[in-house]
């Protein structure tokens, strides 16, 4: 039996990066590179989400699992992610999950991991040593909170049954499993029957389970930072939730949001423009902030609509800032 204790969101990066690149005005210098990141961070996540898929609608397994899928935890001072945890009273299966078209082979001689599509071959970083490297982390994890050295069994799991996967190591000299997804039942009933002994009591399990979702950090990164894109460059508005452009205008009659494109008319198309703003720029946002980026001249106006979010706020009167969280509840 599978059980979701932690369950998998649009991952943060990728919301960054779709709200980047509808805020970058068309001639950025940076587009192209953000589009490309865009496509392979979206690629990632259906690829994942395969695995979800599978995971849920599998015949039931003998075991209890309880899966935590995206769970990122520090261990001094790095931190790593894991794509996808089972955990049970007997092991832990950690799971590194691939999206890759074409042919991917492993190298055993020069541990070289390279993919052949059309467009010929190419070299990516091994995801043996990555899954190896989240091992090794999470281990030392367990072991500095004091739960007993339970076996923990690496999987990398390609999403797509149509990957061919190839190596010229020896089945039996693999010490981690590279699969399809459409393979890991059948995967997961060889661990069940191979680890048999429990290495944790229930109680255990449960303030491991407590511990994993108390500990998860969701990843912050400036995205701006990241990609060298200066915050002036940011293009400002709100977006129009039917068709996507910018420029949003705030009728002063029926005081809903009016699309000069297509005509769309909207209540709280502000909210989503104001997730955007925590994405990009800053997780909190003062009221003049907020009309500069939502283009508003009403201070009154930005009040209100900041106020009816009922967001947390940190200091008084000028310096009052409300805080965002990712996800803005009322987002379109
Ligand atoms: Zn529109």
Same mark, same amino acid.
């Given at each position: 039996?599978?059980?979701?204790?932690?369950?998998?969101?649009?991952?943060?990066? $990728?919301?960054?990066?779709?709200? #980047?690149?509808?805020?970058?005005?068309?001639?950025?210098?940076?587009?192209?590179?953000?589009?490309?990141?865009?496509?392979?961070?979206?690629?990632? +996540?259906?690829?994942?989400?395969? $695995?979800?898929?599978?995971?849920?609608?599998?015949?039931?397994?003998?075991?209890?699992?309880?899966?935590?899928?995206?769970?990122? $935890?520090?261990?001094?001072?790095?931190? *790593?992610?894991?794509?996808? =945890?089972? #955990?049970?009273?007997?092991?832990?299966? =950690?799971?590194?999950?691939?999206?890759?078209?074409?042919? @991917?082979?492993?190298?055993?001689?020069? +541990?070289?991991?390279?993919?052949?599509?059309?467009?010929?071959?190419?070299? *990516?970083?091994?995801?043996?040593?990555? @899954?190896?490297?989240?091992?090794?982390?999470?281990?030392?994890?367990?072991?500095?909170?004091? *739960?007993?050295? !339970?076996?923990?069994?690496?999987?990398?799991?390609?999403?797509?049954?149509?990957?061919?996967?190839?190596?010229?190591?020896?089945?039996?000299?693999?010490?981690?499993?590279? !699969?399809?997804?459409?393979?890991?039942?059948?995967?997961?009933?060889?661990?069940?029957?191979? *680890?048999?002994?429990?290495? !944790?009591?229930?109680?255990?399990?449960?303030?491991? %389970?407590?511990?994993?979702?108390?500990?998860?950090?969701?990843?912050?990164?400036?995205?701006?930072?990241?990609?060298? %894109?200066?915050?002036?460059?940011?293009?400002?508005? /709100?977006?129009?939730?039917?068709?996507?452009?910018?420029?949003?205008?705030?009728?002063?009659?029926?005081?809903?949001?009016?699309?000069?494109?297509?005509?769309?008319?909207?209540?709280?198309?502000?909210?989503?423009?104001?997730?955007?703003?925590?994405? #990009?720029?800053?997780?909190?946002?003062?009221?003049?902030?907020?009309?500069?980026?939502?283009? /508003?001249?009403?201070?009154?106006?930005?009040?209100?609509?900041?106020?009816?979010?009922?967001?947390? @706020?940190?200091?008084? +009167?000028?310096?009052?800032?409300?805080? $965002?969280?990712?996800?803005?509840?009322?987002?379109?």
């Amino acid at each position: 039996m599978i059980q979701v204790k932690k369950s998998r969101g649009i991952p943060r990066n $990728l919301l960054q990066l779709e709200a #980047l690149l509808a805020r970058l005005p068309e001639a950025h210098p940076k587009r192209e590179e953000i589009r490309e990141e865009l496509f392979k961070r979206r690629s990632g +996540y259906r690829g994942e989400r395969t $695995l979800d898929f599978i995971l849920t609608t599998m015949p039931p397994t003998e075991r209890r699992w309880h899966t935590f899928h995206d769970i990122r $935890l520090q261990q001094k001072r790095y931190a *790593f992610q894991i794509d996808t =945890l089972l #955990l049970s009273i007997h092991c832990i299966v =950690l799971m590194e999950v691939k999206n890759f078209s074409g042919e @991917v082979h492993f190298d055993s001689g020069s +541990y070289q991991f390279t993919r052949t599509n059309n467009k010929g071959v190419q070299r *990516f970083s091994n995801p043996l040593f990555q @899954v190896q490297r989240q091992q090794t982390q999470l281990e030392a994890w367990l072991d500095y909170h004091n *739960f007993p050295p !339970l076996p923990v069994i690496s999987i990398v799991v390609f999403s797509s049954s149509h990957t061919i996967i190839t190596t010229n190591q020896a089945a039996h000299a693999q010490a981690i499993s590279v !699969l399809h997804a459409e393979a890991l039942p059948e995967k997961l009933r060889e661990i069940e029957s191979k *680890f048999n002994k429990p290495w !944790l009591s229930t109680n255990q399990a449960s303030s491991l %389970i407590s511990l994993l979702l108390n500990n998860h950090q969701e990843l912050s990164s400036n995205c701006l930072k990241r990609y060298q %894109i200066h915050p002036a460059d940011i293009l400002t508005g /709100v977006t129009c939730t039917a068709c996507q452009r910018l420029k949003m205008q705030k009728s002063l009659k029926s005081k809903n949001w009016r699309c000069p494109h297509c005509g769309h008319h909207s209540k709280n198309a502000h909210i989503a423009s104001l997730q955007d703003y925590a994405l #990009l720029i800053d997780p909190s946002i003062s009221n003049s902030e907020a009309r500069h980026f939502l283009e /508003v001249d009403s201070q009154a106006t930005a009040r209100r609509m900041l106020t009816s979010l009922q967001l947390k @706020v940190e200091g008084s +009167y000028k310096n009052r800032r409300y805080l $965002l969280p990712i996800p803005l509840p009322g987002a379109e």
